[in-house]
């Protein structure tokens, strides 16, 4: 069975910092692309980060860019996303993808 298990979300205040985590099994961890996607309430989900399998190479969405790090372990079938400098802006369920699998999500509120 494949599933894709997030976790490390909670309420931080303004400029604090976090690290999700993502867990895969029942599938070739190491083969996937991995990625961070977000969705705030009342909008559309939004890529993140990302990180690809083959070369490592990372990309960022302009608004976390210099605050979001996404890296992997694949010895551990593992995924992270560590966040700097978090805004209330950032506040939104955060999932873990590497198409075509999903992540149940993981919410992050950011509020003093």
């Known amino acids: 069975q494949v599933r894709l298990v997030e976790s490390g979300g909670g309420l931080v205040q303004p400029g604090g910092s976090l690290t999700l985590s993502c867990v895969g099994s029942?599938?070739?961890?190491?083969?996937?692309?991995a990625k961070w996607y977000r969705q705030a309430p009342g909008k559309q989900r939004e890529l993140v980060a990302s990180k690809s399998w083959t070369d490592g190479n990372t990309t960022y969405a302009d608004s976390v860019k210099g605050r979001f790090t996404i890296s992997r372990d694949n010895a551990k079938q593992t995924m992270y996303l560590q966040m700097n400098n978090l805004g209330p802006m950032d506040t939104a369920r955060y999932f873990c993808?590497?198409?075509?699998?999903w992540g149940q999500g993981t919410k992050v509120t950011v509020s003093s």
């Open positions: 029942g599938f070739t961890f190491e083969l996937y692309d």
């Open positions: 993808n590497m198409s075509p699998y």
